[in-house]
């Protein structure tokens, strides 16, 4: 459930974020930049002569809503991983604690013989060659 709801405010977040390039975009800047490339008279018209007022409204509500939004998505990202994360832990009971135990004499452990002598390297047969036959020349 909690995924389902990351998904819509993560939709909803970018479509905020377009309307904001779109409104910010639209808004006329004191050297007349951007904002001039959609006509002085256009803009004028669909919204009427208070065109900036309406426009920096609309960029003020949609800003706040912005970051209301990424707020809202970072708090519901943190419960998910909280969530994750205690689905990973083992359940154990708490661990009492213990009085510590007496000290042990370490334990001496006899070291192995070691043979300084080397031993004999076996001895290896090595197989006699076969005989060869050399062709006899024919007497005459």
């Known amino acids: 459930m909690l995924s389902v709801f990351i998904v819509l405010v993560t939709i909803l977040l970018v ?9 910010v975009l639209m808004q006329r800047p004191k050297q007349e930049g951007l904002g001039a490339a959609f ?26 809503l912005f970051f209301v939004l990424s707020l809202l998505l970072a708090i519901l990202k943190a419960r998910e991983a909280a969530q994750f994360s205690n689905l990973n832990l083992p359940k154990t009971a708490p ?7 007496a000290p042990v004499a370490p334990v001496e452990i006899p070291a192995p013989a070691v043979n300084l002598e ?3 390297a ?3 047969e090595t197989p006699a060659a076969p005989a ?8 005459k």
């Not at 004028?44 to 800003?63: A, C, M, P, R």
């Not at 661990?95 to 135990?101: D, F, G, M, S």
């Not at 060869?132 to 007497?139: A, D, G, I, L, Q």
């Open 15 to 23: 479509v905020v974020c377009l309307l904001l390039i779109v409104l």
């Open 39 to 64: 006509g002085a008279g256009v803009t004028d018209q669909i919204w009427g002569s208070q065109t900036t007022n309406v426009l920096q409204k609309g960029t003020v509500y949609l800003g706040v």
């Open 95 to 101: 661990v009492a604690e213990q009085a510590p135990a």
């Open 118 to 120: 080397t031993p004999a």
């Open 122 to 124: 076996p001895a290896v």
């Open 132 to 139: 060869v036959e050399t062709p006899s020349s024919p007497e």
